[in-house]
């Protein structure tokens, strides 16, 4: 944050709106908020469009001269390829249901945060450059020309939407300001307006695989040191293959996971629980990414990272791909990958090898989501597990917004959750399942640098955790998304000081009784579980 | 500002209506010529504007889910606020048309010494069920005027919606639950800080135009009485192109006739299209089946991407070293 | 994803129902009434004039005639004074219904084309014994 605000000076917040009309209030590019633009070596390195040094709060954003022209252009073809586009442009009625719905209007006051301004902002320039109406009457229809100050307000703003969809299900038209950040978002990225937090990890997906650049052999090691802690840990060994042609399944899941806490927790979650069943899967180091960065440039891009997931499938010849925690990457999955890509033949309808289970929902997109599958399990009594060892963590869960409302996944984690800790509290109703709130820096706005945006973004879903931890002493948040887990806590440890963040495969991995594992009186963070102090010195050297 | 220009252009009709009306052959022209191009442009343009959303696609299948998914049997799914069933998109989008679902939904956030409170907020879903309700009911009466004889619905809908007879003519339920639900709108709009700060004149335009024809409507009944049987006369003849033009109709007549001319010729054009685009919206009339079947987009263009021959091009050595398998040695 | 054949079938289906009553009336407009006022009480009249004017007596003699209740069973007054000055008595029987003796060729032509039940004879009696519905007598 450029100075540092507590947290009650963050909380002074105005939800009252000023009265000088949102028109003739320009914009204020501020420190804290905005996110660094993309490099320009980072936007050549996946062929888009006028890579360029510039920066936001400069009066020149080095825009080529018929900047206007291909914005616009831009514009009508995307109304003319989505039908979503022209409707959201056309029918909205201004009724307010969504303005106190978002995230980042509740946590900073911004009018221009509400979700219908700020669809307003390209709104208005749809009314002033291709409608009658707004061309004779101009201000009066709500139209305005495109200008540069329109532009940087459009470009500001479109940083300050998660797409995280709340606001489209209180809608009564299902408006989905996601669609038109999406939207946006691919306009401003025709003359390189991205930023860099989006696009070097689109660009280092695009090489290596990963958003943060792991080379193959890197991305092994990781998981391979990982596998060490769980040896030290739970004292199994456990090795995980690579690349393996003729596995039964190819699992993919974010690669935050592989490198940060408390991801990687995460991860040795899933290779336990693997281990555990004697699961036929591979990993690989060329589809290693299951979120998708892309996915907040354009659409394009999103398609073009997400291909290499069925064209490593083809390659590896596995039957059925298995989608670890992530948001986004969901979304992705469930809603557009079965139109991005042509299907692969080889491929065949999800079974689970452990129960027999068909997987009916992923007939024919063959992935399926990691808390369907756990939950298949256990409701075939396939795990053995001791939920006791999460005794001392009081559990809440956060929905995230992408399997929530981009995909309706709100039982199952539930259930694995309940198998797994013996104490579970729900956070108030209208904080949770499809009235979830967005951890406040989703969609490729966890950068460091808008530290403010994500902290004031946080707060309805930080305040919804305290309420909990208040009431109940709830100090652990389960999510299922690895931008959750790379944000919330500090999110947390801001707002609400004492809670951890944890993968609900984390906590399966912590209550699973697997075969030949140590007394387990440490969990997966190397931690000791209170009231299971080793009865031996030795214990923790058995190897 | 804005509201300023919509009371003046509203006052404008009134004002162009009433002079007409008072001249001869002008009311030819507002009780014949103008109600005809209103419902052409209305209808015209309404088919104009939904043709126009239909040309382009719709490439991803994106419907909000707002309820647990299909998964498995033993987990309770919600079938109408996630369905994978055509029948069950339909409810959904039933409820969603006639019980105004999502704006059921609504709370209001408000934040109490660092805690945030959400409230549940139903004025806002009152105030357009009984706006739009009550709208449609008079709608339907209206047709006593469109229809010899009368069918058989109209009149029972009126036997309702007149039941407490009270006052000569009856004093209609519908003409009050529309002027309540228009005061509920218009007053959002007025004193709710943050409505007042998004609305247009797109917005107050059409609540004064149909305030003004409710008004209108209803000083028609009570008040200025006009002629019914000439009323009839004329709008019948219109309805059937013989359009006749009574003598002594009254002004006030002509007044509501070319408000709901305006409305209707205003409606294409504006937000008031809502009515069609509720129906087409991708978020709400998709079924949430998209793992279950592919769906094609009809601009689909073949990815470009790094292919695995590229990558193990580049970091072949880097592979065989830690010992990941690759294709050529 | 066009779903043409489902937009078509809705826009179908909406301008058949704001056209609906361009068909119900299959181009044809029903005839306009006559009322009839060719009474004896009314031909025997030297002025045929009403209680009040023509153009009023159109619009609002159903106004006129709910005020005549309310003063003559309410209130108990029996005595109107029109807009020329004149004394007239209040009473449907007696004094409307002299001159329009006529019901089903005067009253309820109007009635019946625009669709209006009056509840007058809710309490009155029909005239001629006839103790039929106007509207029901006119549409069955």
Same mark, same amino acid.
């Given at each position: 944050m450029a100075k540092e605000l507590t947290p009650q000076e963050t909380l002074r917040i105005d939800l009252r709106p000023p009265k000088q009309d949102w028109m003739d209030i320009p914009v204020n590019i501020k420190e804290g908020i905005y996110c660094y633009p993309a490099k320009p070596e980072k936007i050549e390195c996946v062929d888009m469009p006028n890579a360029h040094k510039w920066s936001p709060v400069e009066e020149d954003w080095g825009l080529p001269e018929n900047w206007k022209e291909i914005f616009l252009e831009g514009f009508r073809e995307r109304l003319d390829k989505h039908r979503t586009f022209k409707i959201f442009m056309d029918i909205c009625v201004r009724c307010g249901a969504c303005a106190d719905k978002c995230h980042f209007f509740i946590g900073s006051g911004d009018p221009k945060n509400m979700p219908v301004v700020r669809a307003e902002l390209l709104r208005s320039v749809y009314r002033g450059e291709f409608t009658k109406a707004g061309q004779i009457l101009g201000r009066l229809a709500g139209a305005r020309k495109l200008t540069m100050p329109v532009l940087k307000e459009i470009w500001y703003y479109l940083f300050q939407c998660t797409e995280c969809r709340r606001c489209s299900l209180f809608c009564p038209y299902g408006i989905d300001t996601a669609e038109i950040t999406i939207l946006g978002r691919e306009l401003i990225n025709l003359f390189g307006l991205n930023i860099n937090w989006i696009q070097e990890p689109v660009c280092n997906c695009y090489n290596t695989g990963n958003h943060l650049g792991l080379l193959p052999h890197t991305f092994k090691q990781n998981i391979e040191f990982l596998c060490d802690d769980i040896e030290e840990f739970v004292g199994i060994k456990i090795e995980p293959t690579f690349n393996r042609k003729g596995a039964e399944i190819l699992f993919v899941t974010p690669s935050g996971d592989v490198f940060a806490e408390p991801g990687i927790y995460t991860l040795m979650g899933y290779l336990m629980l693997f281990e555990h069943i004697g699961l036929d899967y591979t990993w690989s180091t060329y589809a290693c990414e299951g979120g998708n960065f892309g996915f907040f440039t354009s659409l394009e891009m999103a398609q073009r990272l997400n291909a290499k997931i069925y064209h490593e499938a083809e390659r590896l010849g596995v039957k059925w791909i298995l989608g670890g925690e992530c948001g986004h990457m969901w979304r992705v999955i469930h809603q557009y990958m079965n139109t991005f890509q042509k299907p692969v033949d080889s491929l065949e309808e999800p079974i689970s090898p452990i129960t027999g289970t068909k997987f009916e929902n992923a007939k024919s997109l063959k992935m399926v989501h990691i808390s369907e599958f756990t939950a298949d399990l256990i409701k075939h009594g396939k795990l053995k597990l001791d939920p006791s060892r999460n005794d001392h963590l009081k559990v809440t869960y956060h929905d995230s917004c992408n399997p929530s409302r981009g995909m309706g996944m709100l039982e199952e984690p539930r259930y694995v959750i309940k198998n797994v800790c013996?104490?579970? !509290?729900?956070?108030?109703?209208?904080? @949770?399942?499809?009235?979830?709130?967005?951890?406040? $820096?989703? $969609?490729?706005?966890? +950068?460091?640098?808008?530290?403010?945006?994500?902290?004031?973004?946080?707060?309805?879903?930080? /305040?919804?955790?305290?309420?909990?931890?208040? =009431?109940?002493?709830? /100090?652990?948040?389960?999510?299922?998304?690895? @931008?959750?887990?790379?944000?919330?806590? +500090? $999110?947390?440890?801001?707002?609400?000081?004492?809670?951890?963040?944890? %993968?609900v495969s984390e906590l399966v991995a912590n209550a699973l009784i697997m075969e030949g594992e140590n007394e387990r009186s440490v969990n997966l963070r190397g931690e000791e579980i209170p009231g299971r102090a080793p009865k031996e010195e030795e214990a923790q050297e058995d190897v | 500002m804005a509201i300023l220009v919509s009371l003046g252009a509203v006052l404008a009709i009134v004002v162009i209506a009433l002079i007409g009306a008072q001249v001869g052959p002008l009311q030819y022209l507002l009780g014949i010529l103008v109600p005809y191009a209103a419902f052409a442009i209305f209808i015209g343009g309404f088919i104009w504007r939904v043709v126009y959303w239909g040309k382009s696609p719709v490439p991803f299948r994106i419907p909000t889910t707002a309820g647990q998914e299909y998964s498995f049997p033993w987990i309770k799914r919600n079938r109408f606020d996630n369905p994978v069933k055509l029948w069950e998109v339909l409810v959904r989008m039933f409820l969603e048309v006639f019980a105004f679902r999502s704006l059921f939904r609504h709370t209001r956030a408000e934040l109490r010494g660092g805690n945030? @409170?959400? %409230?549940?907020? =139903? *004025?806002? *879903?009152?105030?357009?069920?009984?706006?739009?309700?009550?709208?449609?009911?008079?709608?339907?009466?209206?047709?006593?005027?469109?229809?010899?004889?009368?069918?058989?619905?109209?009149?029972?809908?009126?036997? @309702?919606? %007149?039941?407490?007879?009270?006052?000569?003519?009856?004093? !209609?339920? $519908?003409?009050?639950?529309?002027?309540?639900?228009?005061?509920?709108?218009l007053g959002r709009r007025f004193f709710a800080p943050r409505i007042r700060y998004i609305s247009l004149a797109n917005d107050y335009f059409p609540l004064f135009l149909i305030i003004a024809i409710a008004t209108t409507g209803i000083l028609m009944r009570f008040l200025f009485r006009v002629d019914i049987v000439g009323v009839k006369e004329l709008v019948l003849g219109l309805a059937s192109f013989h359009p006749t033009l009574p003598d002594g109709i009254g002004a006030m007549f002509f007044i509501h006739v070319l408000l709901v001319s305006a409305l209707l010729a205003y409606f294409p054009f504006s937000k008031l299209m809502h009515m069609g685009g509720v129906f087409m919206s991708p978020t709400r009339n998709l079924v949430n089946n998209t793992r279950m079947k592919r769906h094609v987009n009809p601009w689909w263009t073949p990815p470009k991407f790094h292919t695995y021959e590229e990558y193990e091009e580049e970091y072949r050595d880097l592979m065989k070293e830690a010992g990941i398998p690759v294709e050529r040695e | 994803m066009y779903d043409t054949g489902k937009i078509i079938v809705g826009l179908a289906i909406f301008v058949g129902l704001v056209t609906s009553p361009i068909w119900l009336n299959k181009g044809k407009a029903a005839p306009k009434p006559s009322p009839k006022l060719d009474t004896p009480a009314i031909q025997q009249l030297e002025k045929k004039e009403c209680v009040e004017s023509r153009q009023f007596m159109r619009s609002t003699h159903m106004q006129l005639l709910n005020e005549w209740r309310d003063r003559a069973l309410r209130k108990g007054e029996r005595r109107y004074i029109n807009k020329k000055g004149e004394k007239i008595y209040i009473s449907l029987q007696n004094t409307c219904m002299k001159c329009h003796s006529n019901k089903k060729e005067f009253c309820d032509t109007c009635h019946n084309y625009t669709d209006i039940k009056p509840y007058c004879w809710d309490c009155h009696f029909i005239p001629e014994g006839r103790k039929t519905w106007a509207s029901t007598e006119g549409h069955s």
């Amino acid at each position: 944050m450029a100075k540092e605000l507590t947290p009650q000076e963050t909380l002074r917040i105005d939800l009252r709106p000023p009265k000088q009309d949102w028109m003739d209030i320009p914009v204020n590019i501020k420190e804290g908020i905005y996110c660094y633009p993309a490099k320009p070596e980072k936007i050549e390195c996946v062929d888009m469009p006028n890579a360029h040094k510039w920066s936001p709060v400069e009066e020149d954003w080095g825009l080529p001269e018929n900047w206007k022209e291909i914005f616009l252009e831009g514009f009508r073809e995307r109304l003319d390829k989505h039908r979503t586009f022209k409707i959201f442009m056309d029918i909205c009625v201004r009724c307010g249901a969504c303005a106190d719905k978002c995230h980042f209007f509740i946590g900073s006051g911004d009018p221009k945060n509400m979700p219908v301004v700020r669809a307003e902002l390209l709104r208005s320039v749809y009314r002033g450059e291709f409608t009658k109406a707004g061309q004779i009457l101009g201000r009066l229809a709500g139209a305005r020309k495109l200008t540069m100050p329109v532009l940087k307000e459009i470009w500001y703003y479109l940083f300050q939407c998660t797409e995280c969809r709340r606001c489209s299900l209180f809608c009564p038209y299902g408006i989905d300001t996601a669609e038109i950040t999406i939207l946006g978002r691919e306009l401003i990225n025709l003359f390189g307006l991205n930023i860099n937090w989006i696009q070097e990890p689109v660009c280092n997906c695009y090489n290596t695989g990963n958003h943060l650049g792991l080379l193959p052999h890197t991305f092994k090691q990781n998981i391979e040191f990982l596998c060490d802690d769980i040896e030290e840990f739970v004292g199994i060994k456990i090795e995980p293959t690579f690349n393996r042609k003729g596995a039964e399944i190819l699992f993919v899941t974010p690669s935050g996971d592989v490198f940060a806490e408390p991801g990687i927790y995460t991860l040795m979650g899933y290779l336990m629980l693997f281990e555990h069943i004697g699961l036929d899967y591979t990993w690989s180091t060329y589809a290693c990414e299951g979120g998708n960065f892309g996915f907040f440039t354009s659409l394009e891009m999103a398609q073009r990272l997400n291909a290499k997931i069925y064209h490593e499938a083809e390659r590896l010849g596995v039957k059925w791909i298995l989608g670890g925690e992530c948001g986004h990457m969901w979304r992705v999955i469930h809603q557009y990958m079965n139109t991005f890509q042509k299907p692969v033949d080889s491929l065949e309808e999800p079974i689970s090898p452990i129960t027999g289970t068909k997987f009916e929902n992923a007939k024919s997109l063959k992935m399926v989501h990691i808390s369907e599958f756990t939950a298949d399990l256990i409701k075939h009594g396939k795990l053995k597990l001791d939920p006791s060892r999460n005794d001392h963590l009081k559990v809440t869960y956060h929905d995230s917004c992408n399997p929530s409302r981009g995909m309706g996944m709100l039982e199952e984690p539930r259930y694995v959750i309940k198998n797994v800790c013996n104490h579970f !509290y729900e956070m108030p109703e209208n904080t @949770i399942r499809e009235e979830t709130f967005c951890c406040g $820096s989703g $969609s490729g706005l966890n +950068a460091g640098e808008n530290m403010e945006l994500r902290m004031r973004g946080g707060l309805p879903r930080a /305040n919804a955790v305290k309420h909990v931890h208040n =009431k109940y002493g709830v /100090n652990t948040l389960a999510c299922v998304c690895a @931008i959750d887990r790379a944000v919330l806590p +500090a $999110s947390m440890e801001y707002w609400v000081p004492g809670v951890d963040v944890a %993968g609900v495969s984390e906590l399966v991995a912590n209550a699973l009784i697997m075969e030949g594992e140590n007394e387990r009186s440490v969990n997966l963070r190397g931690e000791e579980i209170p009231g299971r102090a080793p009865k031996e010195e030795e214990a923790q050297e058995d190897v | 500002m804005a509201i300023l220009v919509s009371l003046g252009a509203v006052l404008a009709i009134v004002v162009i209506a009433l002079i007409g009306a008072q001249v001869g052959p002008l009311q030819y022209l507002l009780g014949i010529l103008v109600p005809y191009a209103a419902f052409a442009i209305f209808i015209g343009g309404f088919i104009w504007r939904v043709v126009y959303w239909g040309k382009s696609p719709v490439p991803f299948r994106i419907p909000t889910t707002a309820g647990q998914e299909y998964s498995f049997p033993w987990i309770k799914r919600n079938r109408f606020d996630n369905p994978v069933k055509l029948w069950e998109v339909l409810v959904r989008m039933f409820l969603e048309v006639f019980a105004f679902r999502s704006l059921f939904r609504h709370t209001r956030a408000e934040l109490r010494g660092g805690n945030l @409170i959400y %409230g549940p907020s =139903k *004025w806002l *879903w009152l105030g357009a069920l009984m706006f739009h309700y009550s709208f449609l009911v008079i709608a339907l009466r209206h047709l006593r005027f469109f229809v010899q004889p009368t069918p058989e619905f109209v009149k029972t809908i009126e036997n @309702i919606d %007149g039941m407490l007879q009270i006052g000569a003519p009856h004093m !209609y339920l $519908s003409e009050v639950m529309l002027l309540t639900g228009l005061a509920i709108l218009l007053g959002r709009r007025f004193f709710a800080p943050r409505i007042r700060y998004i609305s247009l004149a797109n917005d107050y335009f059409p609540l004064f135009l149909i305030i003004a024809i409710a008004t209108t409507g209803i000083l028609m009944r009570f008040l200025f009485r006009v002629d019914i049987v000439g009323v009839k006369e004329l709008v019948l003849g219109l309805a059937s192109f013989h359009p006749t033009l009574p003598d002594g109709i009254g002004a006030m007549f002509f007044i509501h006739v070319l408000l709901v001319s305006a409305l209707l010729a205003y409606f294409p054009f504006s937000k008031l299209m809502h009515m069609g685009g509720v129906f087409m919206s991708p978020t709400r009339n998709l079924v949430n089946n998209t793992r279950m079947k592919r769906h094609v987009n009809p601009w689909w263009t073949p990815p470009k991407f790094h292919t695995y021959e590229e990558y193990e091009e580049e970091y072949r050595d880097l592979m065989k070293e830690a010992g990941i398998p690759v294709e050529r040695e | 994803m066009y779903d043409t054949g489902k937009i078509i079938v809705g826009l179908a289906i909406f301008v058949g129902l704001v056209t609906s009553p361009i068909w119900l009336n299959k181009g044809k407009a029903a005839p306009k009434p006559s009322p009839k006022l060719d009474t004896p009480a009314i031909q025997q009249l030297e002025k045929k004039e009403c209680v009040e004017s023509r153009q009023f007596m159109r619009s609002t003699h159903m106004q006129l005639l709910n005020e005549w209740r309310d003063r003559a069973l309410r209130k108990g007054e029996r005595r109107y004074i029109n807009k020329k000055g004149e004394k007239i008595y209040i009473s449907l029987q007696n004094t409307c219904m002299k001159c329009h003796s006529n019901k089903k060729e005067f009253c309820d032509t109007c009635h019946n084309y625009t669709d209006i039940k009056p509840y007058c004879w809710d309490c009155h009696f029909i005239p001629e014994g006839r103790k039929t519905w106007a509207s029901t007598e006119g549409h069955s």
